[in-house]
Structures are given as structure tokens and as C-alpha cells.
């Protein structure tokens, strides 16, 4: 529909009325915003009161409690390898063999040896027999039985011979079957089948890994606190978070001169044989039972160019508190000097916290454990 041009003038100026109106009305209602400070959100933990084992620390490495490298006892050509590498062996168990069947034709040989030596002798017994009884009745002259006699004594000595070389070559048979001394793993052949060995050349590596050592050294000052049967808790790069538990079981009757240190060994159960020789380790050894120690997860303290700090929370607001810090272990820390049983201290949310602000503290979930308070203006820039 369209209007003729007065009747759109009057239009217009009725719109620009109402515009204007509406306009100065919202402007004579409208009030300042209203600024609301939130207290930030931070996750606490109690303080906790123990007892704690003191302990001593030191690093080490481990070491395999049976090591050793196998040699030839007997030479020969290796006719077969029993156990390859890395495979286990029981304490008496044959690893390889050098020639055992030149080894038993050798063995009956010396047992022939051996049956000859003694028919010899028994005929030299009988022959010595008889020229005595010659000898007797003025029949055998004494040369007669001089002679008999040496020849017995030749023939007793032929025998105690011929028996040494038997127990030479049933000794011989049994080092053909090369065997381990202890059990273990073959950690490293050092010969291969066919080869030619000589009496001590080294044929393979065995080593034992359970258990297994760990070796470290203390200061002197600290020597009169370690003994036989204490506890040591030990750690290894490849299982950073994990504890292996070990006894003492040597400690060196000598202080080395050179390093003016004590050297202790600890012995760990290692069934499972993840720990091995040569492992960097850290040892923490035990001494003595400390009562009452203060203890807050780790994650409470954050070290600041004054020092350790925690922030503890009071009401609903936090205290900014400086700290001296013991050892750590397990995610916590030592506090030393104590704090009240009950104490919270904050964990999360606290890095950029000031001293004495209003916060809402929150579940891990994120849910209000006390309701948030608005704080002043001034609460934002309080600072500790």
C-alpha cells in the first residue's frame, strides 16, 4: 500500500518520538555494573604425622653375586653346545661338550693299563713268594731273592701307576661334559662347535641374577651406622617409581684410604630377573626409627627465591608459610620443624596464589567442598 508523501512525513516523525522516548527512558533506569571477585579454586590435603625410618642415601651399581668365566679343563674339539646364550642352567648342568668319546677310548685304555698292572703284580707276588720259601731251605741264593723282591716292588709301583692314569682319564671324561658351577644364565659363548681348545681357554660366561647385589659406599662419618641386617631401599633408572627391597649382608672391615669411604653391599631378591649387573642404583640405607615426622605430598611445596613455601589454609583463606624440607620419598616430603595435626595445605591451584586471598577450595572432581566466598576488590591485590 503506498501513503502519499505527507501522510509518510507523519509517520516518520511518530517513529523518531517513540525511538526517542524509549531511549531516554532506558537511560534513566540504567544503574553501574555491579564487579564481583571470584576466590580462585585450589585442591588441599591434610597434614600427615608418622613414624619414619631414617635413612642414609648413596649410589652404587649392581653386581651379579655369581660371575664367572668357564675354562677348558681338558683339551679337545667342541663336539656340541648343550645350553646357547641367555638360556638358564642348573647348578651341574652341561653347557657343552669337548670330545667325550676320545675322552672314553682314553678311559679304556688306562683300565687295560690298569688289568695288566695287576696281573704283573700278582705274578711278581707269587714268583717273590716262592724264592723266600727257596730261600728258607738254603735252595735260593739271596740274589735270587733280592731280585724277586724288586721286581715285586716294580710291579706294585706299575699298578699305583696304571691306577693314576685311570683316575686321570675318568677325570678327563668328566671335564669333556663341561658344566656350570653355579646356576645361572650363560651370559656369552666363547667358542663355537668344531673348534680346537686348549686346557684354560675360556669357553663361555655364566652369571647368577637371583639374587643379585648392590654395592655403594659411605662416608666415613657415617660408617659407625651401618650393619649387617639393615634395610636398604634401592631404585634403578628403568623402573624409576618402584622400591626393591635389600638387606645388608657385607660391609668391608677397612675404610679405603684413597676415597676415605666404607664399602657396603645389600642383597636383593631378583626372581623375576629384571634387575641386572651394571644398573646405576640408589641406595637408601636405613639407620634408625624417627617419630612424629611431619610429612605433605610433594606437590604442596613450591621453592621460591626465599625458600621452600606451602600455603595453608585458615577459614577461607590461605597463609603463605615458609618451610624447611627434609627427604623426599613416595611423593611426599619431610617437613622439618612440624605443623599442627590437621593442617591443610593447598596442592593445586597455588602457584600464583598471594598470601592471605580468599579461595574456594574444590574436590579433585571439581565439585565445592566450601562454598565460594566473594571477595573485596581489595582481596585481589593482597600480597604476601
Given at each position: 500500500?503506498?501513503?502519499?508523501?505527507?501522510?509518510?512525513?507523519?509517520?516518520?516523525?511518530?517513529?523518531?518520538?517513540?525511538?526517542?522516548?524509549?531511549?531516554?527512558?532506558?537511560?534513566?533506569?540504567?544503574?553501574?555494573?555491579?564487579?564481583?571477585?571470584?576466590?580462585?579454586?585450589?585442591?588441599?590435603?591434610?597434614?600427615?604425622?608418622?613414624?619414619?625410618?631414617?635413612?642414609?642415601?648413596?649410589?652404587?651399581?649392581?653386581?651379579?653375586?655369581?660371575?664367572?668365566?668357564?675354562?677348558?679343563?681338558?683339551?679337545?674339539?667342541?663336539?656340541?653346545?648343550?645350553?646357547?646364550?641367555?638360556?638358564?642352567?642348573?647348578?651341574?648342568?652341561?653347557?657343552?661338550?669337548?670330545?667325550?668319546?676320545?675322552?672314553?677310548?682314553?678311559?679304556?685304555?688306562?683300565?687295560?693299563?690298569?688289568?695288566?698292572?695287576?696281573?704283573?703284580?700278582?705274578?711278581?707276588?707269587?714268583?717273590?713268594?716262592?724264592?723266600?720259601?727257596?730261600?728258607?731251605?738254603?735252595?735260593?741264593?739271596?740274589?735270587?731273592?733280592?731280585?724277586?723282591?724288586?721286581?715285586?716292588?716294580?710291579?706294585?709301583?706299575?699298578?699305583?701307576?696304571?691306577?693314576?692314569?685311570?683316575?686321570?682319564?675318568?677325570?678327563?671324561?668328566?671335564?669333556?661334559?663341561?658344566?656350570?658351577?653355579?646356576?645361572?644364565?650363560?651370559?656369552?659363548?666363547?667358542?663355537?662347535?668344531?673348534?680346537?681348545?686348549?686346557?684354560?681357554?675360556?669357553?663361555?660366561?655364566?652369571?647368577?641374577?637371583?639374587?643379585?647385589?648392590?654395592?655403594?659406599?659411605?662416608?666415613?662419618?657415617?660408617?659407625?651406622?651401618?650393619?649387617?641386617?639393615?634395610?636398604?631401599?634401592?631404585?634403578?633408572?628403568?623402573?624409576?617409581?618402584?622400591?626393591?627391597?635389600?638387606?645388608?649382608?657385607?660391609?668391608?672391615?677397612t675404610i679405603d684410604t684413597r676415597t676415605r669411604t666404607l664399602r657396603v653391599k645389600a642383597t636383593i631378591r631378583?626372581?623375576?630377573?629384571?634387575?641386572?649387573?651394571?644398573?646405576?642404583?640408589?641406595?637408601?640405607?636405613?639407620?634408625?626409627?624417627?617419630?612424629?615426622?611431619?610429612?605433605?605430598?610433594?606437590?604442596?611445596?613450591?621453592?621460591?627465591?626465599?625458600?621452600?613455601?606451602?600455603?595453608?589454609?585458615?577459614?577461607?583463606?590461605?597463609?603463605?608459610?615458609?618451610?624447611?624440607?627434609?627427604?623426599?620419598?613416595?611423593?611426599?616430603?619431610?617437613?622439618?620443624?612440624?605443623?599442627?595435626?590437621?593442617?591443610?595445605?593447598?596442592?593445586?591451584?597455588?602457584?600464583?596464589?598471594?598470601?592471605?586471598?580468599?579461595?574456594?577450595?574444590?574436590?579433585?572432581?571439581?565439585?565445592?567442598?566450601?562454598?565460594?566466598?566473594?571477595?573485596?576488590?581489595?582481596?585481589?591485590?593482597?600480597?604476601?
Amino acid at each position: 500500500m503506498r501513503f502519499p508523501p505527507l501522510a509518510r512525513l507523519v509517520r516518520a516523525r511518530s517513529v523518531l518520538a517513540v525511538t526517542a522516548a524509549a531511549a531516554l527512558a532506558s537511560v534513566g533506569c540504567s544503574e553501574p555494573p555491579v564487579t564481583t571477585v571470584t576466590a580462585p579454586p585450589v585442591a588441599v590435603a591434610a597434614v600427615t604425622i608418622t613414624d619414619l625410618l631414617e635413612e642414609i642415601g648413596a649410589t652404587g651399581q649392581l653386581l651379579a653375586r655369581n660371575h664367572a668365566k668357564i675354562a677348558a679343563e681338558v683339551g679337545g674339539r667342541i663336539t656340541e653346545i648343550v645350553v646357547e646364550e641367555g638360556l638358564p642352567v642348573e647348578a651341574g648342568g652341561v653347557v657343552l661338550l669337548i670330545d667325550p668319546e676320545a675322552r672314553k677310548l682314553d678311559l679304556k685304555s688306562a683300565r687295560a693299563g690298569l688289568n695288566q698292572a695287576r696281573a704283573s703284580q700278582s705274578e711278581a707276588k707269587r714268583e717273590a713268594s716262592r724264592v723266600r720259601r727257596l730261600h728258607g731251605k738254603a735252595m735260593a741264593s739271596q740274589s735270587q731273592r733280592d731280585t724277586a723282591e724288586t721286581a715285586l716292588h716294580r710291579a706294585n709301583a706299575g699298578v699305583e701307576a696304571a691306577e693314576a692314569a685311570l683316575g686321570t682319564a675318568e677325570r678327563a671324561l668328566r671335564e669333556a661334559n663341561v658344566s656350570a658351577p653355579f646356576a645361572g644364565l650363560v651370559a656369552e659363548r666363547l667358542v663355537s662347535p668344531g673348534e680346537y681348545v686348549q686346557p684354560g681357554q675360556a669357553l663361555f660366561e655364566l652369571v647368577a641374577l637371583d639374587p643379585i647385589e648392590v654395592e655403594f659406599r659411605l662416608p666415613e662419618v657415617d660408617s659407625g651406622r651401618v650393619a649387617l641386617g639393615n634395610s636398604v631401599a634401592v631404585r634403578v633408572a628403568p623402573w624409576p617409581d618402584e622400591e626393591f627391597d635389600a638387606t645388608v649382608t657385607f660391609v668391608a672391615p677397612t675404610i679405603d684410604t684413597r676415597t676415605r669411604t666404607l664399602r657396603v653391599k645389600a642383597t636383593i631378591r631378583n626372581e623375576d630377573g629384571r634387575l641386572r649387573p651394571g644398573l646405576f642404583a640408589r641406595a637408601d640405607l636405613g639407620v634408625a626409627m624417627l617419630e612424629g615426622v611431619t610429612l605433605v605430598p610433594e606437590e604442596a611445596v613450591l621453592h621460591r627465591a626465599d625458600g621452600a613455601v606451602v600455603f595453608v589454609l585458615e577459614g577461607d583463606r590461605v597463609k603463605r608459610k615458609r618451610v624447611e624440607t627434609g627427604r623426599y620419598r613416595g611423593g611426599m616430603v619431610v617437613i622439618l620443624g612440624g605443623m599442627p595435626p590437621g593442617t591443610q595445605v593447598v596442592t593445586r591451584g597455588h602457584t600464583t596464589l598471594p598470601d592471605g586471598v580468599r579461595v574456594t577450595v574444590r574436590h579433585p572432581d571439581g565439585t565445592i567442598v566450601t562454598p565460594a566466598v566473594a571477595g573485596a576488590p581489595e582481596d585481589a591485590g593482597a600480597g604476601g
